[in-house]
């Protein structure tokens, strides 16, 4: 009968990553939150900056699940600021689920496969992690820019929204001013951060 038991010791190396793991969780899940409450304002327009980061960690560091998951909480509260707490003439467009939650979904997929489909065959773990999370990132940029940019066209392509026409000229200074920026700081940030996470979870497994 002993076999079918585990000593404290045993136990306590099963719960340890388990915990780091929900820890790093829930940090990234109240960056989100937090970073969505701290937003990067031009003009009409809302730069989901640092709201991207948390969930490019996810998809580089995290299961598919949870990648996923940090990319439909995004979305969720993107949903629920532009209805409850809205910051600009234009936040209604993102009342539609969508717009705000279907193409933050889909991040934490590109980010996850990409990274771990670059990452595979660099045997060097440091420049690996650096190479596969700079170009996973920027994929991350660019399936959240051009996902969120097809939904608006979709589905308000030549309506008047509070005096704004979503028309051709408008999508592409949305797209030039939100992308842009979005790229260089999200392709330059989550390299290190993403880097200092794993380890950090990495080190917890060990123990």
């Given at each position: ?43 009409p ?45 234009l ?15 889909c ?27 700079f ?70 497994d060990?123990?």
């Amino acid at each position: 009968m002993a076999g079918y038991f585990l000593d404290s010791s045993e136990v306590m190396k099963m719960r340890k990553p388990r915990a780091a793991t929900i820890a790093v969780n829930a940090i990234l899940f109240a960056l989100i939150l937090i970073f969505m409450m701290v937003p990067i304002q031009i003009g009409p327009l809302r730069l989901a900056v640092l709201m991207l980061i948390p969930v490019l960690i996810a998809g580089q560091t995290q299961k598919p699940s949870v990648a996923i998951a940090a990319g439909m909480f995004l979305g969720l509260v993107s949903f629920i600021t532009s209805i409850v707490m809205p910051t600009s003439v234009l936040s209604y467009i993102f009342n539609n689920p969508l717009v705000s939650v279907l193409p933050r979904a889909c991040i934490g997929v590109v980010v996850y496969l990409t990274y771990r489909l670059i990452r595979k065959p660099i045997k060097n773990e440091a420049l690996g992690h650096v190479v596969a999370s700079f170009v996973s990132s920027i994929l991350g940029v660019i399936t959240n820019t051009g996902l969120v940019s097809l939904m608006l066209w979709i589905f308000y392509h030549g309506k008047d929204i509070s005096g704004t026409v979503i028309d051709a000229e408008f999508m592409l200074g949305v797209i030039l001013a939100n992308f842009v920026i979005e790229l260089i700081v999200c392709a330059l940030l989550t390299p290190p951060i993403s880097l200092a996470v794993k380890k950090t979870v990495e080190r917890a497994d060990r123990r």
